[in-house]
């Protein structure tokens, strides 16, 4: 499949490196495109996509990122071929039956290292491919952990390698989550408000700040441009930490 997979992956990973905005996603233009009719398990997109399935159902449930980056891998990979729309629905039917079982995930693993024995290199990103799905909704869970052991060691990945690439992503999204912790600090401490104040007492600071800053209001009072500029600033402050703080609690 050529440089597809290593496309695919740079993608998808600067997706998930930018807090994964779909909308800047940039889809892959091959010029040379492939006409490809038979079993999908006999090339690298449909192995690919059935590995995916393993990783994604692995802990029991499929978040709503990890569908997300199914939607754009099959959209992407379906784009290398002639009869585009015709592999995309059949890449999609693969992944539905596929994750509904685990026993041939070695088989799997078995075709795909057939097709790249020679390509280290390519292996090894598929392996990062699928240890950032297992990673992208922030939990690594021990069967997560086990079944993409279990492909690493399929596909002859150094374990040092695999360790290395597991300790990345826990690295990153560990840095994340202290990240937004941060930033949800600064949101509560903006409003004058606590974590434990519920969300009543939340929206009444909101309200009580929107008036008190509002530029429209603070112009009626006669201030200088300078003034309401400032006010303006601030109101776009307080509504971002109010949305932040909403958006945490699922509201």
């Given at each position: ?10 993608f998808?990973l ?16 091959l ?8 079993d999908?398990l006999?090339?690298e ?11 994604a ?6 978040c ?11 959209n ?9 729309d ?14 509904e079982s ?7 693993c ?12 390519k ?9 950032n799905?297992?990673f ?36 990153f999204y560990a ?15 903006i ?10 007492a939340?929206?009444?600071a909101?309200?009580?700040l929107?008036k ?9 009072s006669g ?5 309401i500029?400032?006010?303006?600033t ?13 958006k945490?609690?699922?509201?």
């Amino acid at each position: 499949m050529k440089i597809l997979v290593l496309l695919v992956i740079g993608f998808i990973l600067f997706l998930i490196a930018r807090n994964y905005k779909t909308e800047k996603f940039q889809n892959i233009n091959l010029k040379i495109k492939e006409k490809f009719e038979g079993d999908l398990l006999n090339h690298e997109a449909g192995l690919l996509v059935a590995l995916m399935a393993k990783v994604a159902k692995a802990d029991g449930k499929v978040c709503e990122l990890e569908a997300e980056l199914l939607k754009h891998t099959l959209n992407d990979i379906s784009r290398h071929f002639e009869n585009a729309d015709e592999i995309r629905d059949e890449l999609k039917k693969l992944y539905s039956k596929e994750k509904e079982s685990f026993d041939n995930t070695m088989e799997i693993c078995e075709k795909l290292y057939s097709l790249t024995k020679y390509d280290y290199t390519k292996r090894a990103k598929i392996m990062e491919y699928l240890l950032n799905l297992a990673f992208i909704d922030k939990d690594f869970s021990d069967t997560e952990r086990m079944i993409t052991e279990d492909i690493a060691k399929s596909l002859k990945i150094k374990t040092q390698d695999f360790e290395n690439l597991v300790n990345t992503f826990k690295a990153f999204y560990a840095q994340q989550a202290q990240n937004n912790a941060l930033s949800l600090d600064k949101a509560y401490e903006i409003l004058g408000v606590n974590s434990s104040d519920d969300d009543s007492a939340i929206k009444k600071a909101y309200r009580t700040l929107v008036k008190k800053h509002h530029p429209d209001i603070i112009a009626g009072s006669g201030a200088a441009q300078n003034i309401i500029d400032e006010a303006t600033t601030k109101l776009q402050e307080i509504n971002e930490a109010y949305e932040l703080i909403k958006k945490h609690r699922g509201n």
